[in-house]
């Protein structure tokens, strides 16, 4: 009898299998660098979706509670209105290519552009007691692609008071704000308007709009506009 004989694979048939081998690995692992890229794309989008809507909730708590009340001017010679709104500086040219990191934590920085909008806003938490006033004077500017929200500590601030700024939302290209008057109904891009002869100057400065259009035009999500409606 002759002994059993066992074969084995060949050259080829090794080579072969090796080359079916290493597709699967480029298949398998194409898949898994694509779903890398995209969870990291889809926690990119979350983080901005995040932020857009953190700035826009603080908005409306700010225009929503805003308050009657004027302050008064830097210098001590005379009041600012309640609601002071101005579309000079609304549009950023800046490209901000920089690096997307965000950076949301307060800071006393005093440089920057002019605010497109200061207000006085009631309802400003007081969790530890402190003897202060619950309102608060808040102003929002656009400086460099970012929108940053400020406010002070006094309501009546001079020229000494440092405002404590918040960066808002990264690559913004231009915010704009409009009021709608309360007698005419229609739409205007500076508030308050021109001061008339059977107005009062208290109540010149108290006037409040029925409500306050904003609109973000970001270079992620394009234009968003959103309207706050205003107690009288």
Request: glycine share 8%.
């Amino acid at each position: 009898m002759s002994p059993t004989q066992h074969r084995g694979f060949t050259l080829i048939e090794l080579l072969v299998a090796l080359f079916i081998a290493a597709i699967m690995f480029a298949i398998g692992y194409g898949a898994i660098n694509q779903a890398l890229l995209s969870r990291g794309s889809i926690r990119r989008d979350q983080k901005e979706i995040l932020q857009l809507q953190t700035a826009m909730s603080l908005m409306e708590q700010d225009f929503v509670q805003l308050a009657p009340r004027p302050v008064r001017s830097l210098d001590g010679n005379g009041y600012l209105p309640c609601l002071q709104g101005s579309p000079l500086s609304g549009s950023s040219d800046s490209s901000d290519d920089s690096s997307d990191s965000f950076d949301s934590s307060d800071s006393s920085d005093t440089s920057g552009p002019a605010p497109l909008v200061v207000l006085t806003r009631g309802g400003w938490s007081n969790p530890t007691g402190i003897e202060r006033t619950e309102l608060e004077r808040v102003a929002y500017a656009l400086d460099n692609g970012t929108l940053v929200r400020e406010h002070w500590n006094v309501l009546d601030a001079t020229l000494s008071s440092t405002p404590v700024k918040r960066n808002l939302l990264k690559h913004v290209l231009g915010v704009s704000f409009r009021y709608l008057q309360p007698q005419a109904r229609t739409w205007v891009d500076i508030w308050p308007g021109v001061s008339t002869s059977s107005q009062g100057l208290d109540s010149f400065y108290r006037q409040r709009p029925m409500a306050v259009e904003v609109t973000l035009d970001t270079r992620q999500w394009g234009k968003i506009t959103r309207i706050f409606e205003i107690a009288q």
